[in-house]
């Protein structure tokens, strides 16, 4: 749910005759203006579209998806991760597009509180960064992308080490923002274990801080920008703060400010607020220091920044303990702010285990293409056969459902038009399932007119799969197989099974289906 983005990489390169107008555009989002970077971004778009510029459309759709997250306008943000998706879909494949596009749909997604979808396009991203050629600007811009994502749903070790996989690109301003990021992330890492009472931990992530925040000042100066170097003293700056050297941190903080412009959308302004906040309060400034916290607690809810929120409310507790004394109000103030943060930190192994058995699914499906047709794929279908769902029930987690489709009266469809034209539904059907389920779900044909589809997720989403395929199968154009041909499906999804008893499950609720008439979807 906390993701503090202040750098998005863009390289002009890559763009095409409009390139300008996404340059302005993330030039507006890095300086934090978000809505003037969203209304320059749609714009844009009428004029990129207009003259068929392909690759700024895509960098606009981008930068105004990534500035409406941080506006706090989450839904829009997903709704325009979705339409960059569909303009990707409609042209020749661009797998470190679709790594990147996926990428800001598993944030927007987090912070718009749609954990699984979030989780989803994460996981196909992650697989994807694997096909991106390292070295090249497509993979440094891919990387910046899912390790934002990665980070916003606290998986912290796995988005260090995406950063810090990233080459130098020898442009120094494309080079500080990648250094920025990762010193945000050290902030972001060390904050939250002092907030869940994991504070000698924390200690060391403040140290890297400091760390990655002089070198962001260093390479910000080669490229002559100030605003960068100012804002990288402000991240050092609380680094110090955090590790108890607060009157430095607050000389610093004063004398950056001057350097960049302050605003509420920028983690540096609130990483200043928080500095100036405790080194009011440590002179008897209370008054001074409620006023910062409450700039914090104010604006970051707006962009989902969870941990400077809790920080902040940390803060206030502590200003109130320095002026009044302790108080019980004030533990229950405490033990309020950490609840939701020590919750995400808890699921953290949780979102681990749930993104690797995403992958494992990922790497059976392409393991059917690498070994053979013969082996786990179906010959008619192109579908995974019985031997491929074996292996992903052995890898599928607790929360693993079945669907089991079958045809109704198939038998018929040969005996009426021909065994041809029943392998033409079959193979048909086959297209509809894949269009129609997600990316991590396995789709296999069982045997004759039956399939099988395992849904990670739970009975629910299965529930909403077998839904979907059950309205496309009703309306495709199968008078475009054979005059006069109509097919239905029945769909039973199994409800709370696992293993192989999550298919017998299914196929109770597809027995259910049938024997109540076809064409319907039961949930059993």
């Given at each position: ?24 555009a993330?030039?507006?989002?890095v300086d ?6 969203v ?9 990129s579209?207009?003259a ?34 569909a ?6 494949p ?20 749609e ?5 989803d ?59 920025q ?18 504070g000698a ?30 804002r ?7 680094a ?18 001057r ?34 916290l ?5 604006r ?25 004394g ?8 405490r ?19 749930a ?38 029930i ?5 929360d ?25 539904v ?33 009975w ?23 005059a006069?041909?109509?097919v ?8 709370s099974?696992l ?10 609720a ?15």
């Amino acid at each position: 749910m906390d993701d503090d983005r202040s750098a998005l990489v863009l390289h002009v390169a890559e763009f095409g005759p409009f390139d300008q107008l996404a340059d302005l555009a993330h030039g507006l989002y890095v300086d934090g203006d978000n809505a003037r970077a969203v209304q320059l971004c749609r714009e844009g778009l009428a004029v990129s579209r207009a003259a068929g510029d392909v690759a700024t459309t895509r960098f606009l759709l981008y930068v105004q998806g990534v500035a409406l997250q941080d506006g706090g306008r989450h839904p829009e943000a997903v709704a325009v991760a979705l339409e960059l998706l569909a303009e990707l879909e409609a042209a020749p494949p661009d797998t470190a597009w679709r790594a990147k596009a996926l990428g800001l749909l598993a944030e927007a997604s987090n912070r718009n509180q749609e954990i699984g979808r979030a989780m989803d396009a994460l996981a196909e991203a992650v697989h994807l960064m694997a096909y991106v050629r390292p070295g090249t600007y497509s993979h440094l811009s891919t990387s910046m992308a899912i390790a934002l994502a990665l980070r916003s749903v606290h998986l912290l070790e796995q988005s260090d080490e995406m950063f810090r996989g990233i080459r130098a690109s020898h442009d120094s301003d494309v080079d500080v923002l990648v250094v920025q990021e990762l010193a945000l992330l050290s902030t972001f890492w060390g904050t939250t274990l002092q907030l869940v009472g994991r504070g000698a931990e924390g200690r060391a992530h403040f140290v890297r801080a400091a760390e990655r925040a002089l070198r962001m000042a260093r390479i910000a100066r080669l490229a002559g920008n100030g605003s960068m170097v100012a804002r990288a003293e402000v991240i050092e700056a609380y680094a110090l703060a955090r590790l108890g050297q607060v009157e430095l941190a607050a000389a610093r903080v004063e004398d950056a400010m001057r350097r960049f412009t302050f605003r509420a959308e920028l983690v540096e302004s609130h990483l200043a607020r928080l500095v100036l906040a405790a080194s009011a309060s440590a002179a008897g400034g209370y008054d001074e220091a409620r006023a910062q916290l409450a700039h914090v607690l104010e604006r970051a809810p707006d962009a989902g920044r969870d941990v400077w929120v809790e920080a902040a409310t940390e803060a206030l507790a502590d200003v109130h303990v320095a002026e009044h004394g302790n108080h019980p109000a004030v533990d229950v103030l405490r033990r309020l702010g950490r609840a939701a943060l020590d919750q995400l930190w808890n699921e953290r192994d949780g979102r681990f285990l749930a993104l690797q058995a995403h992958n494992r699914v990922r790497e059976l499906t392409v393991t059917t293409d690498r070994i053979g047709r013969d082996v786990l794929r179906d010959p008619l279908t192109g579908l995974g056969n019985r031997r491929l769902l074996a292996q992903a029930i052995d890898e599928a987690t607790e929360d693993a459902a079945a669907i089991f489709v079958d045809v109704d009266t198939f038998k018929q469809v040969n005996d009426h038009y021909s065994h041809a034209v029943g392998d033409e539904v079959l193979r048909r059907l086959a297209v509809i399932l894949r269009a129609q389920t997600r990316g991590g779900d396995v789709v296999v044909r069982y045997g004759g007119d039956e399939f099988v589809i395992l849904v990670q997720g739970g009975w629910a989403a299965a529930a909403e799969v077998a839904s979907r395929l059950h309205h496309a199968v009703r309306v495709a154009p199968w008078h475009e197989v054979a005059a006069g041909l109509g097919v239905t499906v029945s769909v039973g999804v199994g409800r709370s099974a696992l293993g192989r008893g999550a298919v017998a499950a299914a196929d109770s609720a597809l027995y259910s289906a049938k024997s109540a008439g076809r064409d319907r979807v039961v949930v059993g």
